[in-house]
């Protein structure tokens, strides 16, 4: 167990770092940062967090409202031209420190993006992985799935505790269309995919193409693709 910790703890490179440290996570030529803050200043359509990340609001998970003084976790790219930070996910963090519960003492948030599942463990990079049974998820990660891990450091050490790892939001769409299947994947309106080995749906039912149907989907970051479609219902089987 101790030598997991270590491994995990090399993975976020949490050593001497505070919450508000950036974690470089590679993808494809450039690298994201995963980023905890405070919403510092907010306009109609867009904020900035920590004063320095600016953000739309459209890009807010699960559509919540914002305000300046929210904490918020920030999956964040850097424009290599002019060097400014912006925000392609924000989450609103819900789970206020409880000082009567001590498993949520330091408790601290992290996005990291799925790169590949095996059969007990969730890959965030070649070598490194959490053991699956921490995911709380009613299907199968995929490559390119955004998830929220929810930590702490162990004190005196430089090692992480892993307390969950989840979705990093979920979004219900209705009457939506299946534009191409190809395979056992397919696309669903222009940017939504799924994939038939990690996809819920009703028995007897294989999805066709220009079906229209209800989904849910999960974040994620694949090229081309913005959300991963993880359930799915034909609306012609609903009444």
């Known amino acids: 167990m101790l030598n997991l910790l270590r491994r995990i703890s090399t993975i976020f490179q949490w050593n001497n770092e505070s919450e508000e440290t950036p974690h470089k996570q590679p993808q494809g030529n450039s690298a994201l940062m995963s980023v905890q803050g405070v919403v510092t200043s907010l306009c109609t359509n867009y904020g900035w967090i920590n004063e320095s990340i ?23 790219e850097e424009d290599e031209t002019t060097h400014v930070l912006n925000a392609i996910k924000v989450k609103i963090i819900n789970d206020p420190v409880d000082s009567n519960d001590p498993s949520k003492l330091g408790k601290r948030f992290c996005i990291k993006c799925v790169t590949h599942v095996m059969q007990d463990n969730i890959y965030v990079s070649k070598d490194f992985s959490f053991p699956i049974h921490l995911f709380s998820g009613e299907f199968k990660p995929f490559k390119g799935d955004l998830v929220l891990v929810a930590y702490s450091m162990i004190p005196g050490t430089s090692n992480v505790n892993i307390h969950s790892v989840s979705p990093l939001s979920f979004q219900n769409m209705q009457e939506v269309c299946i534009t191409r299947l190809d395979g056992r994947t397919g696309v669903v309106e222009p940017c939504m995919f799924f994939t038939l080995d990690s996809l819920h749906t009703l028995p007897g039912y294989s999805p066709g193409l220009y079906d229209i149907v209800n989904v ?20 012609d089987m609903l009444y």
């Open 54 to 76: 600016f953000f739309h609001t459209e890009i807010v998970c699960d559509n919540m409202p914002v305000r300046i003084g929210i904490n918020v976790i920030a999956l964040v």
């Open 216 to 235: 849910v989907a999960v974040d994620s970051i694949l090229p081309q693709y913005s959300q991963r479609v993880v359930s799915m219902i034909p609306t």
